[in-house]
């Protein structure tokens, strides 16, 4: 299995351009998560989803963020406009029901918004 | 602010001596659970233990959990250069809604 997906692996981007993260969850995974990690506030859940439905999204911070899922092997996660203080690494990750509870990680999406 | 709080924030070791990292939560916990963070890479998960269980091993990993104390532990045995990186503590709610909330996250760096 490739694990978890993610695309760009780094993204840099000027002030008030839209930003698109992308991600591909492990097949069969029934959840998918977006984390934000900042060495202020630590790793942060943004936004989950449940079969492709969100469940929590009360860790977006502003209505600049947004998230969708279309399908099962991928979602997105979008930033319009950026801002600086939106700079950090952007974690997508996918877990089963029916496994162990634990995540399986992607190896991040490295934002810097100039 | 964060469920979980790593303690100490950093740790440096020499390369076959014990690490040992203590998490502290504040609500009721399903299961509570450590990572692994390399620099620059995603979090790997090292090993889960539930709400009623007090003690888990895992190779070189012991972890241990006082749900009376809402506390845990990480002891790595025979530390190695490789195990340097950053471990954090989550927490899965009661409601078991597969929802984690991590720790701050201890930095440990094992001398060679």
């Known amino acids: 299995d490739a694990g978890v997906i993610q695309s760009p692996r780094h993204e840099v981007t000027e002030m008030g351009q839209e930003v698109t993260l992308r991600c591909k969850p492990i097949?069969?995974?029934?959840?998918l998560f977006w984390y934000r990690q900042t060495m202020m506030r630590g790793l942060e859940l943004l936004i989950y989803f449940n079969n492709n439905v969100p469940i929590d999204d009360s860790g977006m911070p502003e209505d600049r963020f947004s998230a969708k899922m279309p399908n099962a092997s991928f979602s997105t996660l979008k930033i319009q406009p950026s801002e600086p203080r939106d700079s950090a690494v952007y974690f997508c990750?996918?877990?089963?029901?029916?496994?162990?509870?634990?995540?399986?990680f992607g190896p991040g999406t490295r934002l810097t918004v100039l | 602010s964060q469920q979980g709080e790593e303690d100490p924030q950093a740790l440096s070791i020499q390369e076959g001596e014990n690490a040992t990292m203590n998490c502290s939560y504040k609500?009721?916990?399903?299961?509570l659970q450590w990572y692994r963070q390399n620099s620059g890479r995603g979090l790997v998960h090292l090993i889960l233990?539930?709400?009623?269980?007090r003690e888990k091993h895992s190779g070189r990993l012991r972890v241990t959990l006082d749900t009376s104390k809402k506390s845990s532990s990480l002891l790595i045995t025979a530390s190695r250069a490789a195990d340097t990186a950053s471990y954090f503590c989550?927490?899965?709610?009661?409601?078991?809604?597969?929802?984690?909330?991590f720790g701050t996250g201890t930095r440990l760096t094992i001398i060679p």
């Open positions: 233990i539930r709400s009623n269980e």
């Open positions: 989550a927490t899965e709610g009661d409601f078991g809604n597969e929802k984690l909330t």
């Open positions: 990750a996918s877990s089963s029901s029916s496994g162990g509870n634990e995540q399986f």
């Open positions: 097949s069969g995974h029934d959840y």
């Open positions: 609500t009721s916990i399903n299961n």
